[in-house]
């Protein structure tokens, strides 16, 4: 039988599946020599590498092959040597190379970015193909590329016809009977491997690369696709829900102010006593800014001049730290300052409208709340996030979609106002000055506005209009440097602006330039620069302490003195009972860092705990008081029960609600 499945009619089902294994090996093999230098493989882990690898690499070979599997069982014998067989045979062989080739391909680019195997990111691409189809166009010589794929896949066909494994295939004669052991015998392992082989039981190191060096790129892409939502309480360590929300209720009590109800919640009146200042805030946040990008953290390539001469005259933040490592949860951060839960962020969820956002709270103080992006909106679901929170949205969106609720408030950047654009959009000097456009026009109303602008310049593929820096485009350094100038550019305008002097201006981070390396999380990857101008009263000054991109709004709320009603998880960092802490996660892996403990949630109930090496960037397992421990479940599990129930929601209105003149006359407080 064996004898008859490699070199009879199944020669050419079996051949790829060889084949298949073979170039994953050689695939495999590229990606760890391209990461040895990043890491300490042991012989043991080298070994773990190939062979929990070659067992994923069969898994999707059985994958690649079955459809052809289920027509070679029923192939009637005298048709074996047909011109329509062969044609069948040629184009499937044609198909899986095509796909088995782009794939490493594919692969390699998303390593160069990631360092990581395909996940959740590779499937949330697949849904924006214009934007990440023209990126790659730009970033990477295509036409090049696909020639080589032409190339190798019809160099193979070559070779598989000199082997003689057609001739062998079309002429074979294998009875039914034989037939269907032999495919029952593939159908089995097809079905059966993925339903006792879980992408995650690759993770069984330390050492995030060897852990994504043993997968395999379609399996986990698939993975990903299946796992993109994740539920908390079905994965994750739990706590009995009043007790979580008895500790983290506790944790979030404010010290001069009151929750709203007794029931599982955390909305609450925060009192902020003084004079209220009612500044107009416009949020910059910058599309994969480092913290390391800046001379001020020891970067001594000059990228930052811009950046580092802010951080010397404004208020510093200088140990924040990202939530994620997408703008997509950058955003979801700083709109609704919770922890980042497992699966997709909040933004890119159904039923995250009218949620209790910044720019919900700046709106009931009386303000215009804008979300300005120089690419199209429609990308990651912001434009519906943003549009169905109140937001008025001026994006480069290529139409308008007539569905769309927040359609009367989205503004089109126009062709006349574009001096430069790539696949992921406008230059940030075109995004700022549409930026002071739209303030000026705001202005002019006599309400103060609040600005979320977001960035694209650095982005791959990291290119900008030239003459403006002494850097040529096409590298993240330049990308960099383009940025902070753009940035300088825009105060140096808005400063002569009659607006400017009653004006907050926030510069953070998204997130990181680059999130691998050798811990599944490690924090320094996650280290981002933050720095508030103008901010009344406050003059220069540097807060050291650890925080988080959660923190941000609730710390100015403060500064201005403002009261309102709040579901955040964000804490004034100001406050003298302030104890230092971070969320960050990826869509996976949970972490919460108090100081120098550190405690990573993951699936499957798992719970690991650390004390992280500042200095070394290291992580030490350690045994953790459970106050920690409970205290990192109760904020991941109580922030997703918050979000699925709907209590991260806007208050719904009462008849009989008053503005409170005890609270500074401009929130209203609903009556319970």
Request: proline share 4%; net charge positive; aromatic share 16%.
């Amino acid at each position: 039988m064996f004898k008859s499945f490699f070199r009879g009619r199944y020669s050419i089902l079996s051949v790829i599946i060889v084949f298949f294994i073979s170039i994953s090996f050689l695939l495999r093999t590229g990606l760890l020599l391209n990461s040895l230098s990043k890491t300490g493989f042991t012989f043991w882990g080298i070994l773990h590498i190939y062979l929990r690898g070659v067992i994923y690499d069969f898994a999707v070979s059985l994958f690649l092959t079955a459809l052809y599997n289920v027509y070679l069982l029923f192939l009637p014998s005298k048709w074996g040597n047909t011109l329509v067989n062969r044609l069948i045979s040629y184009l499937y062989l044609f198909i899986i190379l095509s796909i088995s080739f782009f794939s490493f391909f594919a692969e390699i680019t998303f390593w160069q970015e990631f360092e990581s195997r395909f996940n959740f990111i590779a499937v949330d691409y697949l849904v924006y193909t214009y934007e990440v189809i023209h990126n790659i166009n730009e970033s990477y010589p295509l036409p090049l590329l696909l020639t080589a794929q032409f190339t190798l896949v019809l160099a193979a066909i070559v070779l598989f016809r000199k082997t003689g494994i057609f001739k062998q295939a079309f002429h074979s004669d294998l009875s039914f009977k034989r037939r269907i052991l032999a495919s029952g015998s593939l159908f089995i392992l097809t079905f059966a491997l993925p339903l006792f082989l879980s992408n995650s039981d690759a993770e069984t190191s330390d050492n995030r690369y060897e852990n994504e060096l043993a997968k395999a790129g379609i399996y986990s892409f698939f993975a990903a696709f299946k796992n993109n939502e994740l539920s908390y309480t079905d994965f994750y360590a739990l706590l009995p829900k009043p007790s979580a929300y008895k500790i983290i209720r506790d944790d979030l009590k404010p010290e001069d102010g009151y929750f709203l109800s007794d029931d599982y919640s955390i909305k609450r009146v925060i009192h902020n006593s003084g004079p209220v200042f009612k500044p107009n805030v416009i949020m910059i946040t910058i599309e994969s800014m480092s913290a390391d990008f800046m001379e001020h953290f020891g970067n001594g390539r000059h990228l930052t001049p811009v950046l580092d001469s802010l951080a010397e005259n404004g208020m510093l933040f200088s140990n924040m730290y990202a939530t994620g490592t997408r703008t997509v949860r950058g955003m979801e951060a700083l709109s609704l300052s919770v922890p980042p839960t497992p699966g997709s962020s909040i933004v890119r969820r159904q039923g995250n409208e009218k949620l209790n956002t910044t720019g919900h709270i700046f709106e009931e103080a009386g303000y215009v709340s804008n979300f300005y992006y120089g690419g199209d909106g429609y990308f990651d679901n912001m434009n519906q996030y943003f549009g169905s929170n109140g937001y008025t949205i001026t994006d480069r969106g290529r139409n308008v979609k007539l569905g769309d609720n927040y359609r009367t408030r989205r503004t089109r950047i126009r062709d006349s106002e574009v001096h430069f654009e790539n696949a992921w959009g406008i230059c940030d000097e075109d995004l700022f000055n549409a930026v002071i456009q739209g303030s000026d026009a705001d202005s002019k109303k006599g309400k103060p506005f609040y600005d979320f602008v977001m960035t694209t310049s650095n982005h791959r593929p990291f290119t900008f209009p030239l003459g403006k820096i002494q850097m040529q485009p096409g590298t993240r350094d330049a990308a960099v440097r383009y940025t902070d100038y753009a940035i300088g550019s825009f105060l140096k305008k808005i400063e002569k602006k009659p607006w400017y002097k009653n004006t907050v201006i926030i510069i953070v981070a998204d997130h990181c330039a680059s999130s691998a390396g050798k811990n599944e999380i490690d924090i320094s990857k996650y280290h981002i620069p933050c720095i508030m101008l103008n901010v009344p009263g406050v003059n220069q000054q540097v807060f050291n302490k650890i925080c988080s991109q959660i923190d941000i709004y609730p710390t100015l709320f403060s500064l201005l003195h403002w009261t309102y009603e709040s579901s955040f998880y964000g804490k004034n960092v100001l406050d003298s009972r302030y104890v230092p802490r971070a969320f960050m996660g990826t869509y996976q892996k949970l972490s919460y860092l108090r100081q120098d403990s550190l405690v990573i949630l993951s699936p499957r109930q798992k719970v690991e705990t650390y004390l992280y090496d500042r200095q070394n960037d290291g992580q030490k397992p350690h045994i953790l008081p459970k106050s920690l421990t409970d205290m990192a479940i109760a904020s991941y599990q109580s922030a997703y029960d918050l979000f699925k129930s709907g209590k991260l929601h806007q208050s719904i209105q009462c008849k009989n609600c008053r503005p409170d003149a005890a609270k500074n006359n401009f929130i209203l407080y609903k009556e319970e």
